[in-house]
């Protein structure tokens, strides 16, 4: 049971953020309603609400860590990326980088590449540039052929699991990224990718899953068109510890044509600890436990195909008196491609699942409202009504601490952006939360 509630988006005693963000206000959200905000603009520290100044606010990860962007932070330093609006916080999962630290990142002594086989028609050189993804050097390809020319990576896995192999490119070129499956091998290697070249550092990744420990490849080369110029840089191998639902090939459960993600980029034989986003208060104040909502705008950067569990938001209790504690679950689940939505109480339970939910890179807001009066709670996905089920909650106080992307007993951290968290003392009205959806989406588009 504990491994349940403390999986992904607890809605814990359906209590947890709120709905709407900022520009709520100018639908028929009151100022009053606010009763705890975070914009991610200046610090993890509330922007706005009553509870404002009367929580403790904490983040923490035992090591230093890389964002999406390249930039390195200090351990227990917050990872701040582009958000929704203005900045995010970006929160990763545990990564171990299995890779040499010359060839994770490309800093090779004196200039001299090892790591990287060269495939007919190319020419490969390291060099300095202020645009590396990480550091200040990345690996530059020329290609003088239209199809299978790049380079080539060997690596050298150990069997009895999934490994993942990512990297950065940019520049020009249509290429494709693939894991050579060695002859007899008892593999079975993910789809390969194809990787469109444009001047800004995207990441791509292919999975192989190994029952013995055997030598191969992975290539990047190109797939079409005219001669090519790319550049690599941030380059992992990683062992995916955990897959639930593929555990077992003879039940034939791989998870074919779908993509596993990656974990946050790590430098070379190191491990990355996942962020955890800590707010706590104590029982002496006020919870907007009979009714409220809570929402957040949440970018996944993680594959839709990809099954571990992500633990977005979690909302714990230090004392057990509550008559019930209805929650809500946001996962990947046992690879069916799909995102199980999950609310649960002691009262009944409903269960809503959405092939499209979580889109890479994709923006989507995630609301819950709850009321003791109606006996109900609710779950919205990018504005509208995907599952409810009947709920309540006799107390009126609640002490304990609430966990973002990370359950805080578990290694099951989400990996993505997370921007413009809001706490309400109300349960919103579906129209409301539909017009934040598309005031929202109207303000991305036009970029404000």
């Known amino acids: 049971m504990r491994r349940e509630w403390a999986v992904c988006m607890a809605l814990a005693g359906a209590f947890l953020l709120s709905a709407a963000i900022p520009a709520a206000r100018a639908q028929g959200v009151s100022e009053k309603d606010l009763w705890l905000a975070f914009d991610f603009e200046n610090s993890i520290e509330p922007s706005g609400g009553s509870a404002k100044g009367q929580m403790t606010v904490t983040f923490s990860r035992e090591t230093r ?19 929704f609006q203005g900045r995010g916080l970006y929160m990763g999962g545990e990564s171990r980088n299995l890779l040499k630290p010359e060839l994770a990142d490309m800093e090779f002594p004196a200039g001299k590449v090892e790591g990287v086989d060269v495939l007919e028609g190319a020419a490969i050189e390291q060099v300095k540039t202020d645009d590396a993804w990480f550091g200040e050097t990345c690996l530059k390809v020329q290609s003088s052929k239209k199809l299978g020319s790049g380079v080539s990576f060997p690596i050298t896995v150990s069997g009895g699991g999934f490994y993942v192999f990512s990297l950065h ?15 007899g091998a008892a593999w079975t290697v993910g789809p390969e990718k194809s990787v469109s070249c444009s001047s800004n550092w995207s990441r791509h990744a292919v999975w192989v899953y190994a029952t013995d420990t055997v030598s191969t490849s992975v290539t990047l080369a190109t797939n079409a068109g005219e001669r090519s110029e790319f550049f690599v840089d941030g380059v992992q191998l990683e062992k995916r510890e955990k ?11 791989y998870p074919y044509g779908k993509e596993l993600s990656p974990g946050p980029w790590t430098p070379g034989r190191q491990k990355s600890a996942g962020d955890f986003f800590c707010v706590r208060w104590d029982q002496k104040f006020m919870f907007p436990i009979a009714e409220g909502s809570y929402s957040l705008w949440f970018k996944p950067c993680f594959a839709r195909g990809d099954c571990e569990y992500h633990s977005i938001i979690e909302r714990y209790y230090q004392w057990s008196n509550l008559a019930c ?16 939505h999950d609310q649960r109480s002691d009262m009944g339970q409903v269960e809503v699942r959405r092939p499209e939910a ?53 290694p099951s951290n989400t990996n993505g952006v997370l921007d413009n968290i809001r706490i309400y003392s109300r349960a919103l009205a579906a129209d409301e939360i539909k017009k934040e959806y598309e005031a929202g989406m109207t303000r991305l588009k036009e970029g404000k």
């Not at 520049?171 to 990224?177: I, K």
């Not at 897959?243 to 459960?253: L, Q, R, S, T, Y």
């Not at 504690?325 to 199980?340: I, V």
């Open 243 to 253: 897959v639930m639902g593929f555990a077992f090939p003879e039940k034939n459960e």
């Open 65 to 83: 860590g890389v964002s999406p962007e390249g930039t390195e932070c200090a351990a227990n330093g917050p990872r701040f990326v582009k958000g």
């Open 169 to 183: 490119v940019r520049g020009q070129g249509q290429l494709a990224l693939r894991v050579v499956k060695p002859e």
């Open 325 to 340: 504690w209805p929650y809500c679950q946001l996962n990947f689940f046992r690879g069916k491609n799909s995102a199980e």
């Open 358 to 410: 979580f889109a890479q890179d994709q923006w989507c807001l995630l609301t819950v409202t709850w009321s003791n009066a109606e006996r109900k709670s609710a779950l919205y996905f990018n504005g509208e009504l995907i599952g409810q089920t009947l709920s309540m909650c006799d107390s009126t106080y609640a002490n304990g601490f609430m966990g973002i992307g990370n359950d805080g007993t578990s």
